[in-house]
């Protein structure tokens, strides 16, 4: 799932991880990942360093540390600034 233009994304300072469940599926915590930090596929969990338990046929991993890997992520990202290059030169 990614983010689309009503789906407001909630910055990771703003939300409580005690208001989530505390294991999630893949489907489940790209859904999380997705809404708090950025967008993810449930298949890309896979790569992640995480610890999944195997119950009932579903892969479940904790939340708080889904979170702490997409949290690490995110501080790792370097930030790219954007814009429009011009070919005049500065007078």
Known sequence: MTATANTALTPPEQFDVRSHPTRVDRRAGA???TRHFFPVS???LEAWPLTWRH???KA???TT???AVARAMLDAAPPIRG???SDR???
């Open 31 to 33: 859904d999380l990942v």
């Open 42 to 44: 449930h298949r890309t």
């Open 55 to 57: 119950v009932n046929g």
């Open 60 to 62: 479940v991993c904790e």
């Open 65 to 67: 540390e889904l979170f």
């Open 83 to 85: 814009g429009r290059r």
């Open 89 to 91: 030169k500065a007078a």
